[in-house]
């Protein structure tokens, strides 16, 4: 089955302690990207990725890094998480090396930051 | 700036009325144009989508049309049913550019 999949999907967590929320598609999309969604703010980029070794900035990447390594990864990395990035994260990818606009969603993870 | 705008607030309804939700947009050049949706607990699914001026997109009893006149998308729906229940995204895409744009999104409830 074509899909992405993020883990964990609930994670509480402390201030400061580093995380990371994986990521991978087994749909060999070369487009991947990271997104927030926050109440009454809809959905926000963070970081994207348009091939193996290449990455963007989104909207809101601070406090965030991202890596991509294989074609199928593209984890997101919160090196020193603060209670601001509580939030429920989404992960994407499309199939050719740019936006199209037609996304594939991963069903979230909720991230909880004390 | 790139943006999409949707009307404020949920939108709660009766089985088979009709609905409408508003969006509009601020682009240069010509985008290309998507409603998503979000069931409850998944992720966003890709509804329908428009890439010029004109074009209607169609989808599950869904539609919307591309209107650079006036700079909307609107979605409409003729009959809802309580599946229908989901928050709704309009997202713009800025033409020669990887940066998808999303509105705030509209909860909609559809009570039996």
């Known amino acids: 089955e074509a899909q992405v999949t993020q883990n964990p999907r609930y994670l509480i967590t402390v201030t400061g302690k580093k995380l990371t929320v994986t990521c991978s598609q087994n749909?060999?999309?070369?487009?991947m990207s990271w997104y927030r969604q926050d109440p009454g703010l809809g959905l926000r980029q963070i970081y994207y990725s348009m091939n193996v070794e290449v990455t963007d900035k989104g909207d809101v990447p601070e406090g965030y890094k991202v890596s991509r390594k294989e074609k199928r990864n593209f984890p997101l990395i919160l090196e020193s998480p603060s209670p601001n990035q509580t939030s429920l994260y989404f992960c994407?990818?499309?199939?050719?090396?740019?936006?199209?606009?037609?996304?594939?969603f991963g069903e979230g993870s909720r991230l909880t930051v004390l | 700036g790139n943006s999409v705008t949707q009307m404020e607030g949920p939108v709660t309804l009766s089985e088979e009325a009709f609905l409408t939700i508003n969006c509009t947009y601020t682009a240069t050049g010509y985008p290309s144009l998507f409603w998503y949706v979000q069931y409850p607990g998944e992720g966003l699914q890709l509804l329908l989508k428009a890439t010029k001026a004109d074009d209607k997109g169609s989808n599950k009893g869904f539609e919307a049309t591309y209107r650079k006149e006036t700079t909307s998308f609107h979605l409409e729906k003729g009959s809802v049913q309580v599946s229908d229940s989901a928050v709704y995204f309009c997202a713009l895409l800025p033409y020669g550019n990887n940066r998808l744009a999303f509105g705030k999104g509209n909860q909609v409830v559809v009570i039996p």
């Open positions: 749909m060999n999309h070369e487009y």
């Open positions: 994407a990818s499309s199939p050719i090396d740019r936006n199209t606009g037609e996304l594939f």
